[in-house]
């Protein structure tokens, strides 16, 4: 679980916004990438980074590789576990983010490529994980027969993203919170995190990919934010749904979203919102 406490003023939710809304288009400054691994790795995206690399058996000795890596959470967790004698590689498109991983851990390699045309050769490594990206990819099959193709014969494919909103305790409210006052729209233009967490759909992209499942897992997890306030703003502000609605719509947004995630407030004020992921691990025959 986040035990890192987001920022409680409205500087914070400000970087919040901006950093969620650059992600999705992969161009983030450097400011901007260090608000990323500062803000959403504790509060979001290091939970899952242990449990994905559980997941894929990485051991030691092996070559490891984090695609879409971000600033690293994901290849820092392999290294604890690969060793002195393993190999852990990260690969973004984003150089900002580069920048930030190769900062934060200069013993490990920081590559810039894009998922789906890997600057690698053919079975370099043991692993290739994939974490919270496989959503933002245009052709997701692509990037998986991409992964596949620098993995050994027997080696693993692991990615984890996030379980559709029909399975999202806080999330699928909210988003039909969002509904009812924007409108239908709003359900496409908030659905691109949710939009690849189906596991039926993530086994096809496997079996298409000539793997086979090793494991797959449904974890409850937690995003944290300074306020419910934070949540509907972070989540509008990084679409196109800000610019569609009047500060009248929005503000009805915000108030009905303290109302719905009020309650998942702890003794400190920080609003923790449940958030279901998927995680797949499979073996390339």
Partial sequence: MCRARAPADAEGDTR????ASMTETFQLSREQAQAYEDLFV???????????????????GQSVLDVACGTGVVARAARDLVGPGGRVVGVDLNSAML???QEARPD?????????????????????????????????G??????????????????????PLAEQPAYGP???????????????????????????????LA?????????????LGEAVFPSAAAVADTEIKATPLAER??????????????ELLGGYADESGLVRVPIRATLLAARKG
Avoid: K
């Fill in 16 to 19: 919040l916004q901006e950093v």
């Fill in 174 to 204: 909210f988003v039909e919170l969002v509904a009812g006052h924007a409108g239908p729209e709003a359900r496409v233009l908030l659905g691109t995190y949710w939009s690849q967490g189906a596991l039926d759909g993530l086994l096809e």
């Fill in 245 to 258: 609605i009047t500060p009248e719509t929005y503000a009805r947004i915000v108030a009905d979203t303290e």
């Fill in 142 to 163: 692509r990037a998986v027969a991409e992964m596949v193709r620098v993995v050994v014969p027997g080696g693993v494919v692991a990615l984890q993203t996030y379980a």
């Fill in 42 to 60: 504790p509060a979001l995206f290091g939970q899952w980074a242990p449990q994905l690399v559980d997941c894929a058996r990485v051991r030691d």
């Fill in 108 to 140: 490990l390699e920081w590559v810039h490529g894009d998922v789906e045309d890997l600057p690698f050769e053919d079975a370099e490594f043991d692993v290739a994980l994939c974490q919270s990206a496989l959503f933002f990819f245009a052709d997701p």
């Fill in 99 to 101: 920048e930030v991983a």
């Fill in 207 to 219: 079996s298409a990919a000539g793997l086979s499942l090793v494991e797959s897992r449904s974890s």
